[in-house]
């Protein structure tokens, strides 16, 4: 018994030295982030969940990146370096994130972290960038504490937030004659708040407003028939949906039997009427659905819009530009922006040079707001249509609403965050 | 006899001077997977005190670990008390929340055991989903601020190995202990060890606390390492990773799950930087594994170690 005990010690130690001293002898060489700064390109470190099920999500994103690399390193790069990115799954799971975001740090040596689409996992990615002093640059997530009371000095985000989008929303309900409304989101982070920031702004702009009921299913869920028949029992006049992804696909088939969509008028956040969507769904897309997009390719109808569709569709072959696209592609514009304006890619400095930056996109001037890092990114919306010209729906009315007026004060941030 | 008795000193001390001496020779990425490693090995120890030496697969033991980790973070977080507060504190509520869980548990045999630890473990996670208030929901608590002598990964790193080492050595005198023996048999033949006259459900009551307490301690150290927790941390799959870990490294050998933890993590943080289809490889290399190496990695050196010395003798 003794002896087996021995040699499985011996070889397990020797196992270890033997692993401590090839990692270690390997790893020397790696490129020091500052010595040869000018031949080297400049790195940036992707994280999306290229598995699971948020991939479909993510795809045109990193699409989105690729394309506005192709496009920058084609003109001759920034500083004259190439921009290079180092892709990780972050499987939409903040611990992997956690880990991936340090790998990047710390053995690819990447100069900024972009990307991630979970809100959570933002959060994380977030904390490393705290804690490495690397700047983070958040594409998708939408949870407003990322820029808010959880924000800092590392952390930026091109993305609306869940403030913005439930108060937008809520605006635009201010001149309908409707006061009997329903809500339906998943019961997390996200569907908490975003309903939150409606009921409130709501409430606000049009008093005699009323909550006649609100759903809560699980993230993830497939059964919708039960909250279905509640929303028709409690008769509102309007539903507010943020239920997305495969859920709102299941969501309309079930709810088509029981006449759902004609007696009820229903208003949407979430992107189910974005084109990643509108594709799957086909005509089966109800009418009249006010809903938001990051983009739209159909609108607006200038020239930078149809140059940034043109240059997708001819880097990825793809048939439509899907709305997330621009995301990945403002963000790395983003960067290389602030990088050029900085003249250097020192994290400090590119910081400095980021903080009140105005980027022209292809739907119009963007600003990161200098205080909190948040843009004054707003979304397209629009009520949705079928025509002849497309076997999916698409958006009409179309509209871009940016943050600001919607978003919270300098003052009221301060005040979240305990500064003064 | 003198021979033999000195080889287990060397080993011990190659492993301790390797262990030791990691973070004077490697790079700050990898003392940071390193920490990570001896932080699930410790994990999937005290889930083997379960599985391999009791005989009991639980399927909720990440709740334990999500417990600890939670503990620390909203202690830290949320009522600011001082880290060396809260680290030993994590280990005392886990061990409650498992005396509580554990006493319906240990009731159950085979797979109504392992189904009850399911729907146990999914409950914590529930607990820690649904009540943001506390727990911040499914954004986790990020922003836990280690004490200065955990922020250089470092520090961070003897920290978690002087722990990390004292939680096996003890697991080592529990297994080793006339209690641990019993545990033994209880898995062996739990109705004949009844029969004896042993009051099998207390010790299986015993060990489900005592594991779920080393599960706190490694969630405890995992909170300040990653500087947030996650609801993830609750959930089946985490506790499904660490059945793996045990099987892959083999669970009837005291280290073999901390073996299991250290490919897994290795694997799993390799094959994801170089490819994105890293699942399909991790896949096809765990069922090499698991096919060609049933009794586990630790199992199938054992069996080298025994041919040799067997050969040895006939020379």
């Known amino acids: 018994m003794k002896r087996k005990v021995l040699s499985r010690v011996w070889v397990l130690g020797l196992g270890v030295l033997v692993l401590a001293v090839s990692l270690t002898s390997g790893d020397r060489g790696l490129t020091p982030r500052a010595a040869d700064a000018t031949s080297h390109p400049i790195r940036i470190g992707l994280l999306y969940g290229i598995t699971g099920f948020a991939a479909i999500y993510n795809k045109p994103a990193i699409h989105g990146h690729e394309v506005a690399l192709a496009e920058i390193n084609e003109a001759g790069g920034v500083l004259g370096r190439k921009l290079q990115y180092a892709l990780r799954d972050d499987k939409t799971n903040p611990e992997v994130a956690v880990r991936m975001a340090n790998e990047l740090v710390l053995r690819e040596k990447v100069d900024f972290l972009m990307g991630t689409l979970a809100s959570h996992v933002s959060l994380a990615v977030s904390e490393v960038a705290r804690k490495n002093k690397i700047l983070y640059l958040a594409t998708i997530p939408k949870t407003e504490a990322l820029t808010s009371e959880k924000g800092h000095r590392y952390v930026f985000r091109v993305a609306s937030n869940t403030l913005i989008e439930g108060r937008q929303l809520a605006e635009l309900e201010k001149t309908t004659p409707a006061t009997r409304y329903y809500t339906i989101a998943n019961d997390y982070e996200y569907g908490r708040k975003v309903v939150e920031a409606f009921v409130d702004h709501v409430k606000k702009v049009k008093p005699r407003a009323q909550i006649v009921g609100q759903g809560w299913p699980k993230l993830g869920e497939t059964e919708w028939t039960p909250f279905i028949t509640a929303i028709l029992a409690a008769k509102p006049e309007v539903v507010l949906n943020f239920v997305y992804g495969d859920m709102f696909i299941a969501f309309v088939k079930q709810a088509k039997p029981y006449g759902y969509f004609e007696k009820v008028r229903v208003i949407s956040g979430a992107e189910v009427v974005s084109t990643e969507m509108a594709v799957p769904l086909g ?85 990161m707001r200098a205080y909190d890092h948040q843009a004054n990114r707003g979304q397209v919306y629009g009520l949705t249509t079928h025509s002849a010209d497309y076997p999916f729906a ?23 965050r305990g500064e003064k | 006899m003198r021979g033999t008795s000195l080889r287990p000193l060397w080993g011990w001390g190659l492993l301790a001077l390797g262990l030791g001496g990691f973070p004077l020779l490697a790079s700050e990425f990898y003392i940071r997977l390193a920490t990570e490693i001896l932080i699930m090995a410790l994990f999937a120890m005290s889930f083997n005190l379960l599985l391999g030496y009791g005989g009991m697969l639980s399927f909720g033991h990440a709740g334990f670990y999500a417990v600890g980790a939670y503990t620390v973070a909203i202690l830290m977080k949320k009522t600011s008390v001082p880290f060396f507060l809260a680290f030993p504190a994590a ?20 797979f109504y055991f392992s189904i009850l630890t399911l729907a146990f473990g999914q409950l914590i996670w529930g607990v820690i989903f649904k009540w943001s208030a506390l727990t911040e929901g499914d954004d986790g608590i990020v922003g836990i601020r280690a004490p200065t002598f955990l922020t250089s990964s470092g520090g961070s790193y003897y920290f978690t190995l002087v722990l990390t080492a004292a939680c096996i050595g003890l697991l080592w005198m529990i297994i080793e202990s006339p209690f641990g023996r019993t545990l033994l048999a209880i898995r062996e033949n739990t109705d004949r060890t009844q029969f004896i006259g042993v009051d099998v459900n207390r010790l299986r009551l015993l060990a489900f606390v005592l594991s779920a307490t080393f599960a706190g301690v490694a969630g405890a150290l995992f909170a300040p390492f990653n500087g947030s927790v996650f609801p993830t941390f609750a959930l089946w799959t985490k506790s499904g990773e660490v059945v793996m870990m045990s099987i892959l490294g083999g669970m009837h050998t005291f280290l073999g799950p901390a073996v299991g933890a250290a490919i897994m993590l290795s694997l799993d943080q390799m094959i994801s930087v170089y490819t994105e289809y890293w699942p399909f490889v991790l896949g096809v290399i765990l069922l090499v594994l698991v096919l060609f190496f049933p009794a586990g990695i630790t199992g199938f050196v054992r069996v080298l170690a025994r041919r040799e010395s067997a050969g040895t003798r006939l020379a």
Not at chain 1, 322 to 342: M, S
Not at chain 1, 394 to 416: H, P
């Open chain 1, 283 to 367: 005509k089966d897309m109800p009418e009249g659905i006010l809903g938001n997009a990051y983009d739209v390719f159909y609108w607006p109808d200038t020239a930078e819009h149809r140059k940034f569709v043109k240059a997708y569709l001819d880097k990825t072959g793809e048939a439509f530009v899907p709305g997330w696209a621009i995301q990945g592609y403002i963000g790395t514009y983003f960067l290389a922006e602030a990088i050029k304006k900085a003249g250097t890619t020192d994290t400090e400095k590119v910081i400095a040079a980021m903080e009140g930056l105005t980027l022209k996109t292809p739907i119009g001037p963007v600003t």
């Open chain 2, 91 to 110: 280990p005392a509520v886990t061990a409650l929340v498992a005396a509580v869980t554990g006493y319906f548990c240990v009731r159950l045999r085979g």
């Open chain 1, 394 to 416: 698409i958006l009409k009315d179309v509209k871009y609403l940016n943050a600001e007026g919607f978003w919270r004060s300098v003052e009221e941030i301060k005040a979240l």
